[in-house]
C-alpha cells in the first residue's frame, strides 16, 4: 500500500503547471473617453483593466495582431495631447504632468494616454493577454502518465 502511495504522489507532483498567456481581446486607443471630457490617462495595461475587469497586474498588451504568446511585445499604442502620430511605448506607461487629466495638461508633450479619443484612427490597436491561466507542461503530462501506469502495476500485482 505504501507503494502505491509513492507513485500517486511522485505522479501528481510531477504534474508542473506552468503559466501560459491567453488572448482576451483588444481595444483601439481611440475608443476611450473623449479628450475634451478630460478623462484620466490610461497605461496600456491600465486601460485593459478598465475594458476587461481585474487589475493592470493582469495584462500583458502587444502591439502586434498575432494569437502567437511568444510575439507579445509588452508595448502599446499612446495618443498624446498635442501629437497624434501614434507613439509606442512600455505596456505601464503613462504621462500626466500635473496630475491635471488629459485636457489640462500643462503644455503639449505632457499628457500620453492609451485610451483616449483625441487624434488616432482606427488603426492603432492594443492586443490584451492576461497572465491567469496554468496549462501543464507537455514532460510534466508524460511524467503524471507514468506515474498513474505505475500504479495501475502496483494495484495489479497486489491482486495477482
Do not use: C
Request: charged content about 15%; overall charge negative.
Amino acid at each position: 500500500m505504501k507503494k502505491i502511495i509513492l507513485a500517486a504522489v511522485l505522479a501528481a507532483a510531477s504534474l508542473n503547471l506552468q503559466a501560459v498567456p491567453l488572448f482576451v481581446g483588444s481595444y483601439q486607443v481611440n475608443d476611450g473617453p473623449w479628450w475634451t471630457t478630460n478623462p484620466d490617462v490610461y497605461s496600456a495595461t491600465e486601460a485593459a483593466a478598465l475594458i476587461f475587469g481585474g487589475s493592470d497586474t493582469d495584462y500583458f498588451i502587444s502591439i502586434i495582431d498575432s494569437l502567437d504568446y511568444t510575439t507579445i511585445t509588452h508595448t502599446g499604442w499612446y495618443d498624446g495631447w498635442g501629437e497624434h502620430s501614434g507613439m509606442e511605448f512600455d505596456e505601464n506607461y503613462s504621462l500626466d504632468v500635473g496630475n491635471d487629466g488629459y485636457q489640462f495638461p500643462s503644455a503639449t508633450n505632457s499628457a500620453r494616454s492609451a485610451y483616449v479619443h483625441d487624434g488616432l484612427n482606427d488603426s492603432f490597436v492594443n492586443y490584451v493577454w492576461t497572465s491567469d491561466v496554468n496549462v501543464p507542461e507537455p514532460a510534466g503530462i508524460a511524467l503524471l502518465g507514468l506515474g498513474l501506469l505505475g500504479v495501475g502495476f502496483s494495484i495489479r500485482k497486489r491482486k495477482a
